[in-house]
């Protein structure tokens, strides 16, 4: 998906987690979990400054923007994180991976959402095929 966006995941991003380590069986981050690692996360965020967050399911959107809103409902909308890092939510990559009916059009939805991210950044978008 960066690679698609025309930028390198060595050099253009920087990816973070929510939590520092993952939790037991990869389950979902338990709020005494993220409440002892979400300090790091905000000085990595005041460290590196970035233009744009994309916060990617519903873990990163709702500790980042202080939600209880699901992602279905929230990604594609502009949001901020600490009044001022513009913050797009979509789907999670694992998400997207799964095989389901719903898939497709939640591919075509998260395009959509780093296409805003493009041009938010004043990146072109890509030609159609």
């Known amino acids: 998906m960066i690679g698609a966006m025309g930028l390198s995941p060595e050099r253009d991003v920087y990816v973070c987690n929510i939590i520092k380590c993952r939790p037991p069986g990869n389950?979902?981050?338990?709020?005494?979990?993220?409440?002892?690692?979400?300090?790091?996360?905000?000085?990595?965020?005041?460290?590196?400054?970035?233009?744009?967050?994309?916060?990617?399911?519903?873990?990163?959107?709702?500790?980042?923007?202080?939600?209880?809103?699901?992602?279905?409902?929230?990604?594609?909308?502009?949001?901020t994180y600490r009044g001022s890092t513009l913050?797009?939510?979509?789907?999670?990559?694992?998400?997207?991976?799964?095989p389901g009916p719903q898939q497709l059009q939640a591919k075509r939805e998260a395009w959509e959402d780093l296409q805003a991210v493009m041009k938010e950044l004043g990146l072109p978008l890509p030609q159609k095929k």
């Open 27 to 79: 389950r979902r981050p338990e709020e005494d979990e993220t409440a002892a690692c979400i300090p790091y996360l905000h000085e990595q965020l005041a460290i590196v400054a970035p233009k744009v967050i994309v916060a990617l399911g519903n873990t990163a959107v709702g500790t980042l923007l202080g939600t209880k809103m699901g992602i279905t409902k929230i990604r594609g909308q502009w949001k």
């Open 87 to 98: 913050v797009m939510p979509t789907y999670h990559p694992s998400y997207l991976l799964r």
